[in-house]
């Protein structure tokens, strides 16, 4: 996981957790970053000061890092919300805002529910009254 310093051009500042360099470009390019603030998706790096793990911290410094297990606090919070969502709500892909204004209209039964949207779509849902928020990583079905 890679955290960078992000500023949209309404100068808002925020940080993104992402798998890699890599994905936040392509997000950033798909136009899937929006400013949490104003909903811009014109964003930029800001800059920042560079995170250095201690060596120290590992117990046992001649054992390789896991490449599955979270080698920090905050990547390990987000590992168990996302081990949480999956296993309390249902996938839904690309059906995301189809799905969510069905069950707040009625047309389809309530339940937890994940998925992609584009921002501009989010935000419509947020103006009428759909209760949606954005998620700190890629769904795994995206991840790969």
Known sequence: MIRYDLRCENNHEFDGWFRSSDSFEKMLAAGQISCAQCGSTKIEKALMSPSVSKDSARADKTAPPSLTQPDNP??????????HIEANSDYVGNKFVDEARAMHEGRSPSRAIHGEA???DARKLLEDGV????LPFIPRQKAN
Not at 74 to 83: F, G, I, Q, T, V
Not at 131 to 134: F, K, M, Q, R
């Open 131 to 134: 209760p949606v928020a954005p």
């Open 118 to 120: 584009r921002a501009e």
């Open 74 to 83: 905050a990547a390990a919070a987000l590992e168990k919300l996302r081990r």
